[in-house]
């Protein structure tokens, strides 16, 4: 199945203005609260109704603003996973996947398949129970259930684990993985999390303010995230402003510090590097730095570091495993930022 997505929305001073198109594939939205991706969400299922533009699943036009087309939720074939799952409270699990499955109007068929999918999902004993007997995970099984006894064209999953506890959302994104390989058609997942996104889907757009500021596949989205507020989005935190010295170096002006770096030029605006990519020892773009705070996390230390003669410079944070710390610990240290490792950014499209 395919999405083709070219509307603009406005709501007071936000503008939503998104084109994107997939096929057969896991995209997602990624981008900071109130950027416009569950919005984008609900112009796609019908709860909303965009200003102009078009809607297109597999051939079939969901909306047309020049056409007048606008179907209802109920005939757009289109399954919505809400972020509280929107279970009705006073219905029992088979009860709501029943109401899932209204477009069969044979009622023997309709139970059929009601329990196909509830035994697909490991919900037969908990058939009688309500939502609020229910943990979590089981109301996300039980809205999935419901949404997939419909045979829906597409797939939209709005913040699928935001609900829920952080020691549950691993299992359970194992198991939307599942559901969403069965599934077999486009999904548009919208998330902030860059590591969810990362494992789940195989295409990223990045929205910004309520535009796309970046669109490609995850590895290229992370490898070359291509804006500053996508390089954030993507777990960057080292990004400085530049100044262009040369056609292969730049000034980091937040850093204090002259680099060579690898790409294209044109309209760049930042350089980042990412903290795991900073190397110990002499190299390309070597420079003494002074440890200014070491963070311990579970498995690893944040170092803080401040190049050495600017003290007014930004911090650049270094990420080392444990034990590689504990042996080259010191109150100064020799890095480098090899050149292929630096991101050449520009100033984010909108905003």
């Known amino acids: 199945m395919s999405i083709f997505v070219d509307i603009e929305k406005r709501l007071g001073s936000f503008h939503l203005r998104v084109k994107l198109e997939a096929k057969n594939e896991v995209l997602a939205l990624l981008g900071a609260s109130g950027c ?80 196909e999918i509830m035994n697909a999902f490991g919900l037969m004993e908990l058939a009688d129970h309500y939502p609020s007997q229910l943990s979590g995970g089981q109301q996300q099984r039980t809205a999935l259930a419901r949404i997939l006894v419909s045979d829906p064209d597409i797939l939209l999953l709005d913040e699928p684990f935001s609900a829920l506890d952080s020691h549950l959302r691993f299992r359970l994104e194992q198991e939307v993985r599942e559901v969403i390989r069965k599934f077999g058609k486009t999904v548009i997942l919208v998330s902030h999390d860059r590591d969810e996104v990362f494992r789940l889907s195989d295409s990223i757009a990045i929205i910004n303010k309520g535009t796309i500021d970046a669109f490609g596949s995850k590895e290229t ?27 292969s170096h730049v000034r980091a002006l937040d850093w204090g510090i002259d680099l060579k770096v690898q790409g294209d030029f044109t309209d760049i605006s930042y350089v980042g590097i990412r903290m795991h990519d900073i190397c110990a020892g002499p190299g390309e773009n070597a420079f003494v730095c002074n440890v200014i705070e070491e963070i311990e996390n ?44 630096i991101i050449l950014l520009k100033g984010d499209i909108h905003g």
Not at 312 to 338: C, F, Y
């Open 36 to 115: 416009g991706k569950s919005m984008t969400l609900k112009c796609i299922a019908g709860i909303e109704k965009p200003d102009r533009g078009k809607i297109i699943v597999d051939g079939v036009t969901l909306f047309d603003s020049e056409k007048k087309i606008n179907l209802t939720p109920q005939k757009r074939r289109v399954g919505l996973l809400f972020q509280n799952y929107a279970l009705f409270p006073n219905m029992t699990v088979r009860q709501n996947i029943l109401a899932g499955a209204n477009r069969e109007k044979d009622s023997a068929r309709r139970n059929a398949r009601a329990s």
């Open 221 to 247: 989205i992370f490898a070359n995230p291509q804006t500053r507020m996508a390089a954030t989005l993507t777990g960057c935190k080292n990004i400085s402003p530049v100044k262009v010295l040369d056609p």
């Open 298 to 341: 579970p498995f690893s230390y944040t170092i803080m570091l401040r190049a050495d003669g600017f003290e007014n410079a930004s911090l650049i944070g270094w990420e080392m495993d444990k034990s590689d710390w504990r042996r080259l610990h010191a109150s100064q240290v020799t890095l480098h930022l090899p050149p292929q490792k």
